[in-house]
């Protein structure tokens, strides 16, 4: 008798196939049974649809997401990203997730695991990697790609009627699945503390960080540090590193924006750690695709009356966040293209933006200083690559124009103080050993008005806004001495 080119399996009631190991054993052995054939070069034939012939979904997914009225169906509009082009997933078939899988969440993953932007790469690298041991982590990412695909669609999707709504729906459904799950456990001591918890409540305070909604960034971090607090301390969660450096990340960044102090102690080990393995920090959340929509772009908070400076720092931000993310994958100093592609189309809009000395103010020298910043940062990186191309900024004019503005107006610089802080170790980097005496003075009696008095503290502020590690921690180790040579006992210890 011929070998059966099907396996049978009992259904139930509800049109599922229980989901036990026997089940699981069957299916991986007869999807098996192709592959070792085709190893051996005899691929068993597949038997030929007649014509007409009614096709039937054999194996569906397992699940639903626990209910009907939080099922995601994919409408046609989302189907047209280039995803599924090749008739199904293309991810591991035997991948075991956190959740219930159906053909909508199985979507995203090959979503995120396909797409081109390189902005969905933190997602995809950092974040989903975490998420696979909770589910409600898991949904939550699943959420952000839902919505990240949503936006992306949006010129699309609002020519045709309903779309849009179906679209926003699906990742408002995941992202309720996932607060429903974090409230749940919260009422258990033990569940309520596991890292699991702690992540999706980074991944809400995200989502609130990038509409610019403080309130409810507060109240998520709020929360994370009662979490933190009952768990036994920060260093409890120190032994996961990518999740304490992304908190630390998130954190910073966010009190650079709001001019509220940090939450958490700087992961002082582990940035030692990075440190002195030359390693990038953790990329710490994806930007939007388009900084076009005001409410998306977190930089006009600093350029309020700049939209143009707030998108050129939006794209910086990008370009910054794949270079981190491309550096340790491939022989990324030796791409002159992404050189020309990337880098120098924000250092020509930088240098259109100039503001003539004559013409700063005490209303404006923040913005100046800021771009005068950019400039000299994106000048270190394009000396980075091994091309020999025209060099587009001699950064002795930028770096003297930056100081005589400080000179000028640092004592009115009150606000966004993290900022200077950046602004100050990018100048100090690029000057000669005289001038760099200049800034770390100013540089020391910063950091002691803010209460900071350790180095890893320091870097902390620095690293986590705009920073490449590859072209700045060396030079960066230089300016230690100098500054922390003066910082005695008499500076204010910053408390946690």
Sequence with gaps: MPESSFLFLNVNSNGKVSPTKYVRSAIQKH?????????????????????????????????????EKTAIVCSSSLKTVPALVSGGSRTD????????????????????????KVHLRPLRDTWLPLAL????????????????????????????????????????????????????????????????????IMAFACFSYSLKDW?????????????IKAKGGIHKIDHNRILRLILSGIDVSASCFTGTRPRFPSPTPLLSVVRSHSQELPWWFPLQESSSAHSSNVWTIMFPHDVNLADIFHNFSI??????????????????????????????????STIEIECVHKDNFMTECCRLGALILLARIRRQFNVHTTRLVFTGLETAKLKLLLVMYAKQWT???????????????????????????LIRERTAQLEIREWDDIFAYISNLLWVGQVLDAECEKLRPLIMSAQGSSVPRCMP
């Excluded at 192709?34 to 039937?56: C, H, L, M, V, W």
């Excluded at 729906?169 to 749940?184: D, E, G, M, V």
């Excluded at 340790?328 to 990337?342: I, S, V, Y």
């Excluded at 993290?418 to 770390?440: Q, R, T």
């Design 133 to 200: 041991s909770d589910p409600a982590f898991f949904y939550e990412i699943l959420s952000h790609v839902a919505l990240n695909i949503t936006t992306a669609q949006q010129s699309s999707i609002s020519s045709v009627v309903g779309c849009g709504y179906q679209a926003s729906t699906k990742s408002l459904a995941l992202h309720s699945l996932a607060l429903r799950s974090i409230n749940q456990r919260l009422t258990d001591p033990m569940m309520g503390l596991s890292e699991g918890v702690i992540g999706t």
């Design 31 to 67: 999807v098996m049974r192709d592959i070792g054939a085709a190893r051996q070069g005899k691929p068993r034939p597949r038997p030929q649809s007649q014509p007409g012939a009614k096709q039937n979904g054999a194996l569906r997914g397992i699940g639903n997401l626990n209910s």
């Design 319 to 352: 370009a910054v966040m794949t270079i981190i993310l491309e550096s340790d994958r491939r022989l990324l100093w030796q791409d002159g293209d992404f050189a020309k592609t990337w880098i120098d189309p924000l250092t020509y809009r930088l240098l259109e």
């Design 415 to 441: 606000a966004f103080q993290p900022m200077l802080l950046w602004v100050l170790f990018l100048g100090a980097i690029e000057v000669d050993e005289a001038a760099k005496v200049w800034f770390c003075d």
């Design 93 to 116: 078939p035997f991948t075991q997730y956190p959740v219930p899988m159906n053909s909508d969440t199985l979507f995203l993953i090959d979503y995120i695991y396909t797409t081109p």
């Design 215 to 227: 309130k409810s960034y507060a109240m998520h971090m709020d929360g994370l540090l009662a979490i």
